[in-house]
């Protein structure tokens, strides 16, 4: 059974930082992709940020293009978000997803992983 164990969620200020970690477990297939969505109160699920894993091309949702850092940690097999200069508006669950297959058409898509997490939850405070 494939795990995906997110880590470092939290309260955070407006402007500041928070840093999450994704470790999967348990696949026998490769992992090809990996990515962050999240769910805001009252809103559904949307896309972050994704990754390749083999080549690390990493794709971004408009509303964090610039102030996050979706990353591998290939020694440890996991997958970093770095969320800098967080808005109340970030506010919510983070969920990491993984996929066995890459397509760029799909990373930012909920049908384009095959396994999530049970998230984690961001606050940012204003």
């Not at 293009?65 to 970093?80: A, E, N």
């Not at 770095?82 to 890459?102: I, Q, S, W």
Request: charged share 15%; with cysteine; glycine share 16%.
């Amino acid at each position: 059974q494939v795990t995906l164990a997110e880590s470092g969620g939290g309260l955070a200020q407006a402007g500041g930082s928070l840093r999450l970690s994704c470790l999967p477990s348990g696949h026998k297939l490769p992992l090809y992709a990996m990515g962050w969505f999240r769910q805001g109160p009252g809103t559904g699920r949307e896309f972050v940020a994704a990754i390749e894993i083999g080549g690390g091309a990493a794709s971004y949702a408009d509303s964090v293009r610039g102030r996050f850092i979706i990353s591998r940690d290939i020694p440890k097999g996991s997958v970093v978000l770095k969320m800098n200069r967080l808005e109340p508006t970030d506010t919510g669950v983070y969920y990491c997803a993984a996929a066995h297959n890459f397509s760029p058409d799909l990373v930012a898509t909920l049908g384009g992983y095959d396994y999530w997490g049970q998230g984690t939850p961001v606050t940012v405070a204003s």
